[in-house]
């Protein structure tokens, strides 16, 4: 259920972004929202396509991770513990575009359209070392094993 307003973001916000994804080796940019030790975390992220988010979870009962599509399309990909895949859900415009992960729970994001725009909240406060957890059994962002990874992943995805 969708308790948060959405912001708005201006077309020269989008452009910013995008253009900052480019650049950037991991291809995607954050807009962050909240003041530093805010207890509501808000951020926008501007994902390309070819972005690899290494498979993660928050831990904290307080840590669920609401997604709110605004553009684009992506496939929400959850694990269990040793790495298998649970469960594949796609977030598309004008279908599913909204989304809770539960605290715990592994998970990462391949995207299907060439731009996406996640808006994501999550509760508690930001500690680096605490925020998430990242997966053993998978490869790290930027690595050599990363997008053999990734196109193992979207060749998973039904779409």
């Known amino acids: 259920m969708r308790d948060y307003e959405v912001p708005v973001l201006l077309n020269d916000e989008l452009k910013i972004h995008f253009e900052l994804a480019t650049n ?3 291809k995607r ?4 929202l909240h003041k530093k030790g805010a207890y509501l975390n808000q951020v926008f992220n501007f994902i390309l396509k070819d972005s690899y988010m290494h498979p993660h979870l928050h831990p904290g009962k307080e840590k669920i991770e609401k997604m709110y599509l605004i553009k684009g399309s992506f496939a929400l990909i959850l694990f269990n513990e040793v790495g298998q895949i649970s469960q594949k859900i796609i977030l598309e415009e ?4 909204f989304i809770e992960v539960p605290a715990f729970t592994w998970h990462t994001y391949v995207m299907l359209s060439d731009e996406v725009i996640i808006y994501e909240t999550m509760e508690g ?10 997966a053993s059994w998978a490869p790290i962002e930027n690595s050599l094993d990363a997008e053999n990874y990734l196109e193992t992943l979207k060749n998973q995805v039904d779409v």
Request: proline share 5%; no cysteine.
């Open 24 to 26: 950037s080796i991991r």
């Open 29 to 32: 940019s954050p807009k962050i």
């Open 125 to 134: 406060i930001y500690e680096i070392d605490t925020w998430k957890k990242m």
């Open 94 to 97: 004008g279908k599913l575009d």
